[in-house]
Structure formats: structure tokens, C-alpha cells
T-cell receptor, first 110, second 113 residues
Framework: DAGITQSPRHKVTETGTPVTLRCHQT?????MYWYRQDPGHGLRLIHY???????DKGEVSDGYSVSRSKTEDFLLTLESATSSQTSVYFC?????????FGSGTRLTVV | GQNIDQPTEMTATEGAIVQINCTYQ??????LFWYQQHAGEAPTFLSY????GLEEKGRFSSFLSRSKGYSYLLLKELQMKDSASYLC??????????????FGTGTQLKVEL
């Protein structure tokens, strides 16, 4: 396993507040990704990183920002949470050929 | 961009064989993946195809035809624990594209007695 951990596992937040989700990996992998998963849409890429301080947008990046100041940590920030951002968020890292996913963060925006 | 299609739901009987199809249209291609996801859990890796043909791994096999933009996942000797969502994903082949995976919406498989 890539040893990916996500925190928190569950969070409830109010509309308009900023929220940061953390992804931590212990395998020194270069590539890391943030996805959201919603019924009927599957997993959709939000942002990804190809190295420290190197990030780029995915298909559903509006309202999200990321930072990667260290190889092991990839942070996802919802700048001002909206109800449409209620979702399950998965972090992943590329492990050679494949990809390993964290356990997910269930975020509810009320 | 990528467009990936797979059936939404399938039902099969314990002990039987089931084939889950996936078709894709992509602007670049660098491999096709199948993942299994149980409810409330993370996706877990099942198989990877980058060349045409069949890859076999125990009860699971995956096939790829790049010219047809088509793959299938074959599950043999179905067990109740195989009830899960099966996700087809394509890795882009764009240089500098970050090796991104694009996923289909998943096929929910229900295994019945």
C-alpha cells in the first residue's frame, strides 16, 4: 500500500466557510490527485500535482485550490464552501503503474 | 477529453460468470484500469491493460481492444463479496498531462444466491 491517509474522515461545515482537507502519503510518490465522487457522476478530478509546488487543474476545479509544499502532503481547500460541494473526496497517488486511493473524506456543507 | 461508458447496473448469480463492458473515446491513451469499490470504501486496483489482449489474474480477467476503444472485465465463479461497483478508468497519454485517470460512472454489480 502507498500508505495514504486522509483527514478528516468526516466533516460538516457551514456554507461560506473555508475548509481544508489533507492527504498524506509516506511513499515519496511524485504524482498526487484529488477526486470527488457523486452519485451519477463517478470520480471526477479536481486538481492534481506532479511535484512539490507543481499543481494543475482537473475537470471540476472551480471553487477549489490546492497546495503541495512537501512531497508527502497534498492539501485541498474549499475557499468558500457551497452545498454543491457536499461530496466524498478521495486522494490518490501514483504508485508505479497503478494508483492507490485514500479512504476518503465525507464532507457535508449545510 | 475523455468519454467513458459502462452499464449502470448488473445482476448475476453466485457461481456464475459476468462480463462488464467499457467503451471509451479519448484524445490520448496510456492504459486502461479497472477498480473495485465497495460501498463506503476506497477504490481498489483490479487490473491494468495497455496492450491489446487479455490479462488474467485469478478469478478476474480484463480485455482491451485499442482500435475499438473497448474493454471488458470478466469475473468468474462469482461470490457474494463481489457485489460492488466496478470502475473503468483511462489514463491520458498527453505529454505533461500528469498521468491523470478519467473514470466512468461505474457499474454496480449485485450478486444473488
Amino acid at each position: 500500500d502507498a500508505g495514504i491517509t486522509q483527514s478528516p474522515r468526516h466533516k460538516v461545515t457551514e456554507t461560506g466557510t473555508p475548509v481544508t482537507l489533507r492527504c498524506h502519503q509516506t511513499e515519496n510518490h511524485r504524482y498526487m490527485y484529488w477526486y470527488r465522487q457523486d452519485p451519477g457522476h463517478g470520480l471526477r478530478l479536481i486538481h492534481y500535482s506532479y511535484g512539490v509546488k507543481d499543481t494543475d487543474k482537473g475537470e471540476v476545479s472551480d471553487g477549489y485550490s490546492v497546495s503541495r509544499s512537501k512531497t508527502e502532503d497534498f492539501l485541498l481547500t474549499l475557499e468558500s464552501a457551497t452545498s454543491s460541494q457536499t461530496s466524498v473526496y478521495f486522494c490518490a497517488s501514483r504508485t508505479g503503474v497503478g494508483y492507490t486511493f485514500g479512504s476518503g473524506t465525507r464532507l457535508t456543507v449545510v | 477529453g475523455q468519454n467513458i461508458d459502462q452499464p449502470t447496473e448488473m445482476t448475476a448469480t453466485e457461481g456464475a460468470i459476468v462480463q462488464i463492458n467499457c467503451t471509451y473515446q479519448t484524445s490520448g491513451f496510456n492504459g486502461l484500469f479497472w477498480y473495485q469499490q465497495h460501498a463506503g470504501e476506497a477504490p481498489t486496483f483490479l487490473s491494468y491493460n495497455v496492450l491489446d489482449g487479455l490479462e488474467e489474474k485469478g478469478r478476474f480477467s480484463s480485455f482491451l481492444s485499442r482500435s475499438k476503444g473497448y474493454s471488458y472485465l470478466l469475473l468468474k465463479e462469482l461470490q457474494m463479496k463481489d457485489s460492488a461497483s466496478y470502475l473503468c478508468a483511462v489514463r491520458d497519454g498527453v505529454t505533461g498531462g500528469g498521468n491523470k485517470l478519467t473514470f466512468g460512472t461505474g457499474t454496480q454489480l449485485k450478486v444473488e444466491l
